[in-house]
């Protein structure tokens, strides 16, 4: 989430973003010797414990901290302040040409650009459908909506007629 990644920098703290999924989040953990890493789907993995997410070992980790801080977790994530998110799957006839496209490609640069800097657009194509997912985040589903349409627009060619 958009409002994670602010958090972060706002506290100093550095992190990388990777392609959606467990292998990728781990190898770029190995690359940078990150000993911990996680993905949007609550996946959270500790490089020195485990190579996928563990929902059971995250809770406990997280256990152990709200142990020694001695704080209720609603204190401790009161500096993140998640974005609104909207995201919407396109049936397509060709997700690969959609995903290839200038047009496409030009369209999600401008969205980046009409959020100032202020949120992010996501497009990738589905490992499994003709789909290709667009998420926008923002601080106002107003923008998120705005944000994502201006993307649609440039996938309408490729749209599958229902």
């Known amino acids: 989430n958009f409002g994670l990644f602010k958090a972060f920098d706002d506290a100093g703290l550095s992190y990388e973003k990777t392609n959606v999924g467990d292998k990728y989040v781990y190898a770029c953990m190995n690359e940078n010797e990150y000993s911990l890493g996680g993905e949007q789907s609550g996946h959270i993995i500790f490089g020195d414990l485990a190579k996928t997410g563990d929902g059971i070992l995250t809770s406990l980790r997280i256990m152990e901290v709200l142990r020694a801080e001695r704080e209720k977790l609603s204190e401790l994530t009161?500096?993140?302040?998640?974005?609104?998110?909207?995201?919407?799957?396109?049936?397509?006839?060709?997700?690969?040409?959609?995903?290839?496209?200038?047009?496409?490609?030009?369209?999600?640069?401008?969205?980046?650009?009409?959020?100032?800097?202020?949120?992010?657009?996501?497009?990738?194509?589905?490992?499994?459908?003709?789909?290709?997912?667009?998420?926008?985040?923002?601080?106002?589903?107003e923008l998120c909506q705005q944000a994502n349409q201006i993307v649609l627009d440039a996938l309408e060619e490729y749209r599958l007629s229902a």
């Open 78 to 141: 009161r500096p993140v302040t998640l974005y609104p998110q909207q995201l919407v799957n396109v049936r397509v006839t060709d997700k690969e040409a959609a995903m290839q496209s200038p047009k496409v490609n030009d369209a999600v640069a401008a969205a980046e650009k009409f959020l100032e800097g202020n949120g992010r657009v996501l497009v990738r194509a589905s490992g499994t459908e003709p789909l290709v997912r667009v998420l926008a985040e923002a601080p106002t589903d």
